[in-house]
């Protein structure tokens, strides 16, 4: 079955390249060309495996799509944004979005991208056969995609679930920030990129708005390890 793509962005003759380059490698591309457009599709009846957006949009910016969209459904998003524009990029990703890359872009590492987020999903039916995970009051089970802290779900993006997953089972152990973007990400951790911080962050701030008690520790420079209470 075809991977199913909305690609927001008002750029014509790139949604042309775009959709020239990558339908023939089955990806079936839906197009709106401003955000109002964009966010109508993404919310309605139709399913969409991916969401390609961009960040300067007629009627409603990429960001503010996102901050909407996320109300809502937990699609994963690749924003792109401006080149170099580090603002661009942690705002994306402190909204929820679950990667970004700047234009102007390679054709191919964008298919890279879009492959990477494609494997997580086609991971899950995998995934889901894995025992539930428990440290401290936090639970997580794959099968039913569900996270619980002090008995209370916490919403988490697809990347987000991943990422949690991978620091509980190996709870006690530092993670690097390496193994976090190669095996969440599906790519190498690039010089100055701040998209596991990010994602970590993120995390953080929906814990603590249930529970207080930190119990992912950043070790500085290496990356973080989840901490099991005695």
């Not at 503010?64 to 994306?92: C, N, S, W, Y």
Request: no cysteine; aromatic share 4%.
């Amino acid at each position: 079955m075809n991977t199913s793509i909305l690609l927001i962005d008002d750029d014509h003759e790139l949604t042309e390249l775009l959709t020239d380059f990558l339908t023939p490698q089955g990806y079936q591309l839906t197009i709106a060309h401003d955000g109002q457009q964009g966010l109508e599709l993404a919310t309605g009846g139709q399913h969409f495996d991916l969401i390609l957006l961009d960040v300067m949009l007629p009627l409603l910016d990429g960001f503010e799509v996102l901050k909407q969209l996320r109300r809502t459904h937990l699609t994963p998003v690749l924003m792109l944004t401006a080149k170099g524009d580090d603002f661009d990029r942690i705002f994306g990703l402190e909204l929820g979005a679950d990667d970004y890359l700047p234009k102007p872009f390679n054709p191919r590492e964008l298919s890279a991208r879009i492959k990477a987020i494609v494997r997580r999903l086609e991971q899950l039916p995998a995934l889901a056969q894995t025992q539930p995970v428990q440290v401290n009051d936090l639970h997580l089970d794959p099968a039913a995609q569900h996270v619980s802290l002090a008995n209370t779900p916490l919403t988490l993006t697809g990347t987000e679930f991943s990422m949690l997953q991978l620091l509980m089972v190996h709870a006690g152990q530092l993670v690097s920030k390496e193994q976090l973007s190669e095996k969440v990400l599906g790519r190498k951790l690039t010089p100055f990129d701040r998209s596991i911080d990010m994602h970590v962050s993120n995390i953080r701030r929906k814990m603590a708005q249930i529970q207080p008690h930190d119990m992912i520790r950043t070790i500085r420079g290496s990356g973080y390890m989840m901490v099991r209470q005695s």
